[in-house]
């Protein structure tokens, strides 16, 4: 399946899987994290309390869980937390099973589509450049490509800076 990049609002995103990036508490925030909670609504939170938690975290960095979606049009969340690019110990390799712990969420919940936003590229600081080359490594692995994979950029010129990492045969008209 293509890798298909796109400007837009991940709420909106026909896909069986919404990836969110979330924080450890998986309580909601502001970024997509407060987008996808505000179209959810609360039934989106309330899912996310029954996570189990240890002292306070409910996703570690570099994980990944799923829950039901709310008023979203997808059936799943997947709340993923990335590194804080200054802060997190080797943020690649961080940032990298983000997106790999997703896609093995939606694989075992048969999902048939996914939607990634830009993980840990707002108030987590990852440089934008740095982090598409990262993730689209990872999107075109040989093991995801049964789903088809959307990420959505906020800004026109995200969306360009992630074009260039995407092989010219991936390309979809934007
Ligand atoms: N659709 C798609 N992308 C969006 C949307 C949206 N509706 N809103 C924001 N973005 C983009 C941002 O422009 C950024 O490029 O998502 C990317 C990720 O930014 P953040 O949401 O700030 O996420 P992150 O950097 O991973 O920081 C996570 O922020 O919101 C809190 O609770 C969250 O503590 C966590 C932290």
């Given at each position: 399946?293509?890798?298909?990049?796109?400007?837009?609002?991940?709420?909106?995103?026909?896909?069986?899987?919404?990836?969110?990036?979330?924080?450890?508490?998986?309580?909601?925030?502001?970024?997509?994290?407060?987008?996808?909670?505000?179209?959810?609504?609360?039934?989106?939170?309330?899912?996310?309390?029954?996570?189990?938690?240890?002292?306070?975290?409910?996703?570690?960095?570099?994980?990944?869980?799923?829950?039901?979606?709310?008023?979203?049009?997808?059936?799943?969340?997947?709340?993923?937390?990335?590194?804080?690019?200054?802060?997190?110990?080797?943020?690649?390799?961080?940032?990298?099973?983000?997106?790999?712990?997703?896609?093995?969420?939606?694989?075992?919940?048969?999902?048939?589509?996914?939607?990634?936003?830009?993980?840990?590229?707002?108030?987590?600081?990852?440089?934008?450049?740095?982090?598409?080359?990262?993730?689209?490594t990872v999107c075109l692995?040989?093991?995801?490509?049964?789903?088809?994979?959307?990420?959505?950029?906020?800004?026109?010129?995200?969306?360009?800076?992630?074009?260039?990492?995407?092989?010219?045969?991936?390309?979809?008209?934007?």
């Open positions: 399946m293509p890798v298909t990049l796109l400007c837009g609002d991940i709420t909106q995103a026909k896909v069986d899987a919404i990836v969110n990036a979330a924080n450890t508490r998986m309580l909601g925030g502001g970024g997509v994290d407060g987008a996808i909670h505000r179209a959810a609504g609360p039934d989106l939170l309330a899912a996310c309390y029954a996570v189990p938690e240890v002292e306070g975290v409910r996703c570690p960095v570099g994980q990944a869980r799923i829950t039901a979606a709310g008023n979203l049009p997808a059936r799943y969340v997947i709340h993923t937390v990335g590194p804080r690019f200054e802060f997190d110990d080797d943020p690649p390799a961080l940032l990298a099973s983000a997106y790999r712990t997703s896609f093995e969420l939606a694989l075992g919940n048969d999902c048939r589509s996914i939607a990634f936003p830009a993980i840990s590229c707002g108030v987590y600081g990852y440089p934008m450049a740095q982090a598409a080359e990262i993730a689209l692995d040989q093991r995801y490509r049964q789903l088809e994979e959307y990420l959505y950029l906020h800004q026109q010129a995200d969306l360009e800076a992630w074009t260039v990492y995407l092989p010219s045969s991936e390309r979809a008209a934007f």
